[in-house]
């Protein structure tokens, strides 16, 4: 444990018995990418595989390539995952599969912690259950909502009735560690703008390049329902953005203007401390799960698309109740709400003392400079 941060142990723990669900005896399958592609710490497997080890799960390590265009996993990888007690990736190919139905008999994890410091921290270390138990609590809220209502202090407005998760096939089947967003609401319904600051980036589904389109000004984007209507802005932005949208749409044989559904981030331990534009693909792997974070998943009619529009500091209320209150996420407000903190005391430190750090620049913004 030498030169470890002091609780990682806490926060390998959280992720291996918390999430995993594992227990001595058990096999666990690593799947780490190349360090060198700059995503996740060089450490990180060989760090998780000790642990294992210390609570007597034996761990097996793998490197598996990176491939900006993933299809499922090649059948004998997906054998040893089966036949592994659980997978887990410190990968990007985790991610991008993550809502692939291939993946529900295996059900593998993927971490969005992406080095020691964030396993250590509140956002490893925040109780995996507590944090399913939010979940449940905002995806309910939002399902029986009569009237949901998103802003943002740039300007994003857009409102419709109470989400319609679908019955099945809504949710990732690989599952998320730490838990950081609710279930994708379906656009269905909602109509309005999106005020869009820095830049246009990707999902994490497929890369390309190039992978961020950046803006020079607030760019809004008006939708209704599953279609983007247009763009409003700078003649710049605008011809940025259409000509992004084209491109990847004509890449991947897509839909550039379909608006599959949206999403903000519910741990507030989430941080991330570089700015955004100094490794975008990074940060789009490990900021999203701040309650300061809002995307919608778009060009694309199935999730999570191939484009992310970002919102910062959104503020979503529930039947006139903020339940996102400019960044903040307060499940205090809902019944039950309170119940979920005082049982998981790991859980409230984090939300009465939550993080700030999303990679914004020195003017507050999003910026790929």
């Given at each position: 444990m030498a030169g470890l941060p002091s609780n990682f142990a806490q926060g390998a723990r959280n992720l291996l018995e918390n999430c995993a669900g594992m227990r001595a005896g058990q096999k666990l399958l690593i799947l780490y990418e190349d360090p060198a592609e700059g995503i996740y710490e060089h450490a990180l497997a060989e760090e998780i595989a000790q642990a294992a080890a210390r609570a007597g799960i034996h761990a097996e390590l793998e490197s598996v390539p990176f491939a900006p265009e993933v299809a499922d996993p090649p059948p004998a990888l997906t054998?040893?995952?089966?036949?592994?007690?659980?997978?887990?990736?410190?990968?990007?190919?985790?991610?991008?599969?993550?809502?692939?139905?291939?993946?529900?008999?295996?059900?593998?994890?993927?971490?969005?912690?992406?080095?020691?410091?964030?396993?250590?921290?509140?956002?490893?270390?925040?109780?995996?259950?507590?944090?399913?138990?939010?979940?449940?609590?905002?995806?309910g809220a939002l399902a029986s909502a009569r009237h949901v209502r998103v802003t943002c202090p740039l300007g994003t407005d857009f409102a419709g009735p109470g989400v319609r998760f679908p019955r099945v096939g809504g949710d990732c089947t690989v599952t998320r560690f730490p838990m950081s967003v609710f279930t994708p609401a379906p656009a269905e319904g909602f109509r309005g703008r999106v005020a869009q600051a820095g830049f246009l980036v990707g999902t994490g589904s497929q890369y390309y390049s190039p992978y961020a389109a950046a803006l020079e000004d607030v760019l809004f984007v008006r939708f209704e329902g599953t279609a983007l209507l247009g763009f409003e802005g700078s003649a710049r932005d605008v011809a940025t953005a259409r000509a992004h949208y084209e491109r990847v749409a004509a890449k991947f044989g897509i839909d550039p203007w379909f608006v599959h559904s949206w999403h903000a981030g519910i741990h507030p331990g989430c941080a991330y401390r570089m700015p955004a534009g100094a490794n975008i693909e990074r940060w789009a792997a490990g900021a999203f799960g701040n309650p300061r974070v809002l995307h919608l998943h778009t060009c694309g009619n199935y999730p999570p698309g191939e484009i992310s529009l970002n919102v910062i500091d959104p503020t979503v209320e529930v039947d006139g109740v903020r339940l996102w209150d400019r960044g903040r996420l307060c499940p205090e407000r809902l019944a039950g709400g309170q119940a979920i903190l005082d049982r998981y005391p790991c859980l409230a430190r984090v939300f009465a003392d939550p993080e700030t750090a999303v990679g914004l620049g020195p003017d507050g913004r999003l910026s790929l400079a």
């Open positions: 054998r040893r995952m089966a036949a592994a007690d659980r997978t887990l990736f410190l990968a990007r190919l985790g991610d991008q599969i993550r809502f692939r139905p291939s993946m529900g008999e295996v059900n593998p994890v993927v971490s969005y912690a992406l080095d020691s410091d964030m396993l250590a921290s509140g956002f490893g270390q925040a109780h995996f259950g507590g944090l399913e138990e939010i979940k449940a609590l905002v995806n």
